[in-house]
């Protein structure tokens, strides 16, 4: 695993604290507990340097990694806890649609999918807006490790099948294991150089 240099400029409660930057930006959301910390964690070699919070659902910020020097990871609040009810819906979406709307070295989304879940309505509703912002989208699969590779082909098929995205465009991954990463690294080199 090649090591990347990672250091978090700022937890933005919202537009006016976002850092001043032009480098290229590439956005983690997922459910809460699908596992973005660690996927970030083990896209660059560490860790514990990504938060991963105890209680699900409680990060509340856009947590804002600078990686390598040449791009930021922005690491959106995990959804899917509370999102039920309607005050925090609405803060979520008051955190997410400025940026989304107005950040415009934002190059793609990650959708960090537990490969074991079929996706719900909130991820639905998080493919949906980034396709009408006219991002590109990868799906991070997560904990493959947990399952058989027979089960993890047909949980594959079922993810791709509900989001209506290319195989391709689907990546398994283990943050135990590291499998997948370098094909994830591939693939961001790919949204950041688009």
């Given at each position: 695993m090649?090591?990347?240099?990672?250091?978090l400029?700022?937890?933005?409660?919202g537009?006016?604290?976002?850092?001043?930057?032009?480098?290229?930006?590439?956005?983690?959301?997922?459910?809460s507990?699908?596992?973005k910390?660690?996927?970030?964690n083990?896209?660059?070699?560490?860790?514990?340097f990504?938060?991963k919070?105890?209680?699900?659902?409680?990060?509340?910020?856009?947590?804002?990694?600078?990686?390598?020097?040449?791009m930021?990871?922005?690491d959106?609040?995990g959804y899917?806890?509370?999102?039920?009810?309607?005050?925090d819906a609405?803060?979520?979406?008051?955190?997410?649609?400025?940026?989304?709307?107005k950040?415009?070295?934002l190059?793609?989304?990650?959708?960090v999918?537990?490969?074991r879940?079929?996706?719900?309505?909130?991820?639905?509703?998080?493919?949906?807006y980034?396709?009408s912002m006219?991002?590109p989208?990868?799906?991070a699969?997560?904990?493959?490790?947990?399952?058989?590779?027979?089960?993890?082909n047909?949980?594959?098929?079922?993810?791709?099948?509900?989001?209506?995205?290319?195989?391709t465009?689907?990546?398994?991954?283990?943050s135990?294991?590291?499998d997948?990463?370098?094909?994830?690294?591939?693939q961001?080199?790919?949204?950041?150089?688009?």
């Amino acid at each position: 695993m090649q090591y990347h240099e990672i250091e978090l400029l700022v937890s933005a409660a919202g537009e006016k604290q976002w850092p001043n930057s032009s480098l290229p930006e590439i956005m983690y959301a997922g459910r809460s507990n699908a596992g973005k910390s660690s996927l970030i964690n083990s896209l660059c070699g560490r860790k514990n340097f990504a938060y991963k919070g105890k209680t699900p659902g409680k990060t509340r910020l856009l947590n804002f990694y600078e990686v390598d020097k040449k791009m930021i990871f922005t690491d959106a609040p995990g959804y899917g806890y509370a999102m039920g009810i309607r005050s925090d819906a609405a803060s979520f979406a008051k955190l997410l649609d400025p940026y989304f709307e107005k950040r415009e070295q934002l190059k793609g989304m990650i959708l960090v999918l537990d490969c074991r879940r079929t996706p719900n309505d909130d991820d639905l509703t998080m493919i949906e807006y980034a396709r009408s912002m006219h991002l590109p989208i990868l799906a991070a699969l997560t904990k493959i490790d947990k399952l058989s590779r027979n089960q993890l082909n047909q949980q594959i098929e079922l993810i791709v099948n509900t989001l209506h995205i290319s195989r391709t465009s689907a990546i398994p991954v283990s943050s135990l294991n590291k499998d997948g990463m370098d094909t994830m690294w591939k693939q961001i080199n790919n949204m950041i150089k688009a």
